[in-house]
C-alpha cells in the first residue's frame, strides 16, 4: 500500500507541479497585462497629473503580483518586473510628462518583456530545479493527494458553470445593442482583473476569476469593431 501511494504521488505530484506553474503563470500573466494597459493609458495622457494616477495604479498593481510573478517561477519575467517597478516609481516623480513619457516607454518595454517571457517559459526552463522535486516527492502523504483530486474537481466544477456563462454572454451579444453588449462585457473583464490582483485570493477564485476573464475576452474581441 506504501508503494501504492508514493507510485500514485509521484505521478501526481509530477503533473500538478506542472500544472500549478502553468496555473500560476497564467494569473502572473494576468495581471502584467493590466499593468501593461494602465501603463499605455498612463503614456496616452497629456496632463501630468493624470499620467501619475495611471503610472500608480500599474505600479500598485505589479507590487501586489511580485508573489504570483515568483510563484511562476519564471526568473526572466521577475527580473522584468522588478527593472518595470524602479521605472514606473520613477515615473510617478517625473516633473514634466515628456521626462515621465520616457521613464514609461521604458516600464512598457519591461512588461512586454515579462509577458514574453512567461511565453517562453517552458523553453528557458525554471528557477525551481529537480532537487525541490525529490524533496517533496521523498515524504508522500495520502492527504496531499486527496487536495490534489478535491482541487481537480473544483476546477471541473467551475469549468461546468462557467459554460452557463459563456452561452449566457453569447445571447447577450446576439441580442442586446452592440454598445451595451460591449460596455458589459468590459464591466466584467476589468472586475476579473481587479479580483486577480488581490494578494489572498483563494485558489478556486483566482481560478473563476481568471477563466471568466478568457471567456469575456474572446467575447470583447468579437465586438472590437463595436463603435461607442
Do not use: W
Amino acid at each position: 500500500m506504501k508503494l501504492f501511494y508514493f507510485i500514485l504521488f509521484t505521478f501526481i505530484f509530477s503533473y500538478s507541479s506542472s500544472f500549478g506553474a502553468v496555473q500560476d503563470c497564467d494569473y502572473a500573466n494576468s495581471n502584467i497585462g493590466y499593468v501593461k494597459n494602465q501603463t499605455k493609458k498612463a503614456l496616452s495622457m497629456k496632463d501630468l497629473q493624470m499620467a501619475r494616477f495611471y503610472t500608480f495604479k500599474a505600479l500598485n498593481a505589479l507590487e501586489k503580483s511580485k508573489a504570483q510573478i515568483e510563484d511562476c517561477g519564471c526568473e526572466y519575467a521577475l527580473d522584468s518586473a522588478m527593472e518595470n517597478i524602479e521605472y514606473l516609481k520613477n515615473a510617478t516623480k517625473a516633473t514634466s510628462i515628456a521626462g515621465a513619457r520616457i521613464l514609461l516607454n521604458k516600464a512598457l518595454q519591461f512588461s512586454v518583456e515579462s509577458l514574453q517571457a512567461i511565453a517562453n517559459h517552458d523553453e528557458h526552463g525554471s528557477i525551481y530545479g529537480s532537487n525541490n522535486l525529490v524533496m517533496n516527492v521523498a515524504s508522500p502523504e495520502p492527504e496531499h493527494i486527496m487536495a490534489f483530486l478535491d482541487n481537480t474537481k473544483i476546477q471541473e466544477k467551475i469549468d461546468n458553470s462557467l459554460l452557463k456563462y459563456k452561452n449566457s454572454l453569447d445571447k447577450v451579444i446576439n441580442t442586446v445593442d452592440c454598445i451595451e453588449a460591449k460596455a458589459f462585457a468590459q464591466n466584467i473583464y476589468e472586475n476579473c482583473e481587479q479580483e486577480l490582483l488581490k494578494p489572498h485570493l483563494s485558489e478556486s477564485k483566482k481560478y473563476y476569476n481568471l477563466k471568466t476573464k478568457e471567456i469575456t475576452a474572446k467575447a470583447l474581441e468579437r465586438l472590437k469593431n463595436c463603435k461607442n
